[in-house]
């Protein structure tokens, strides 16, 4: 789980935690569901194919800090990342230390 702070006119505090019943990473903003990515995972391997933001939320960069997230518990994991959503390749080339979680053998497959 990972908690964080963003100056805005009030502190918003976003938190990224993994709803394992649910097969997703949610992001909470100020304890309310702001978002999640899908997960289908195969022994440390995590296929993300759909992300997604809700409409109140959006605009406030919580899709990106959704899937950093999500990111740095898989690799806290061990796990790799296979990025199906259009949106996690995005991020990792905004974020290029989160390439490593892509095997290489796939990286082109994602234009990564």
Do not use: W
Request: aromatic fraction near 8%; glycine fraction near 8%; hydrophobic fraction near 35%.
């Amino acid at each position: 789980m990972r908690t964080t702070s963003t100056p805005k006119e009030r502190r918003m505090t976003t938190t990224v935690q993994d709803n394992a019943a649910e097969s997703r990473f949610e992001i909470l903003v100020d304890q309310r569901l702001a978002g999640y990515v899908d997960y289908r995972k195969d022994g440390d391997e995590y296929a993300l194919p759909h992300t997604r933001v809700l409409p109140e939320f959006g605009g406030r960069g919580i899709g990106t800090q959704l899937i950093v997230g999500t990111l740095d518990e898989i690799a806290a994991r061990g796990g790799t990342v296979l990025p199906y959503c259009p949106f996690v390749p995005k991020v990792i080339r905004d974020h290029p230390e989160y390439l490593e979680l892509v095997p290489e053998a796939q990286r082109g497959t994602f234009d990564l």
